[in-house]
């Protein structure tokens, strides 16, 4: 995340583990040759996801984590295909921002 | 004229451009000109200065507040130009010269007589990969930075690209300026 000048700006997220300005390398060319379709999550669209998945599934995701989720919301599957998520981290490290934010 | 061609010790003068004052690097450069120094070395400021301390760090956040950027930095060299006897080494960071784009970048060093920049995060690999041709076409020579760690076949190729200009040996394994 840069300026016109190339200078790095201060990045915002709820989430700790986005709250970075920089980006690998590999997912960089991934989305420049569009093998890969790069979404972007509100704070507000994450933490819909962590209720829902722990209400249906009783699984805390990480903050993290609940942005893929929420990323389910903006897609279309056709009925049968199988979707895959990376839930990388646990939320019992995001629970004190859980009980600040979720009518849990 | 290349004051690193001969062998002699080299006094070097380092100011970070656009610190205390944005207009402050041109009148520094041209009151400095009498003074004993062989060359100046021109700091582009960078917002993350990572292989700089403190107070490099400091001078480069005022820098960018006051409004400094590249495209600036070469109107004002190139407002001084004919008035300076002094070589200029410029030294700053890959992304702000990326996005710049380093053809535009070396032209502009070109046009303005700078002959030597420092780059500290391009890497040899790098800079051969994708720049050396830029480098050559505009006779532009860049000063790598070694350490005691580094390979010798990669300080080969440093004393071959760095023939007009200097190597950085850098001291420890640090950032610039005075340790607590």
């Not at chain 2, 005691?148 to 420890?172: G, R």
């Amino acid at each position: 995340m840069q300026d016109e000048f190339g200078q790095v700006v201060e990045p915002y997220s709820l989430s700790a583990g986005l709250d970075y300005p920089g980006m690998g390398p590999l997912h960089a060319h991934s989305i420049s040759t569009k093998r890969t379709q790069a979404i972007s999550i509100t704070d507000d669209e994450a933490l819909i996801a962590v209720q829902q998945l722990t209400r249906n599934e009783g699984i805390i995701p990480a903050l993290e984590s609940a942005h893929a989720l929420a990323a389910l919301n903006k897609m279309s599957f056709s009925e049968n295909e199988i979707v895959v998520v990376n839930l990388s981290g646990r939320g019992d490290k995001d629970l004190n921002i859980y009980f600040e934010t979720c009518d849990i | 004229m290349n004051p690193f061609k001969s062998e002699t010790k080299k006094i070097g003068l380092f100011v970070t451009a656009g610190y205390p004052l944005l207009d402050s690097t041109t009148k520094w450069i041209e009151q400095i000109q009498d003074k004993k120094f062989d060359f100046i070395e021109i700091g582009m400021p960078f917002s993350d200065p990572l292989a700089d301390g403190p107070v490099i760090q400091k001078s480069s956040e005022v820098a960018l507040k006051n409004g400094m950027n590249m495209r600036l930095l070469f109107e004002q060299i190139s407002s001084i130009k004919d008035n300076i006897q002094l070589p200029i080494v410029l030294m700053g960071y890959l992304n702000p010269v990326f996005q710049f784009g380093m053809d535009n970048f070396l032209a502009k060093c070109e046009e303005t007589g700078i002959q030597h920049v420092i780059l500290p995060d391009m890497s040899v690999e790098i800079y051969e990969r994708f720049y050396q041709t830029s480098f050559e076409k505009y006779n532009i020579s860049n000063c790598f930075l070694i350490t005691t760690q580094t390979p010798e076949n990669i300080l080969n190729k440093v004393k071959m690209y760095s023939s007009n200009s200097f190597v950085y040996l850098v001291s420890s394994n640090s950032t610039t300026g005075e340790k607590d």
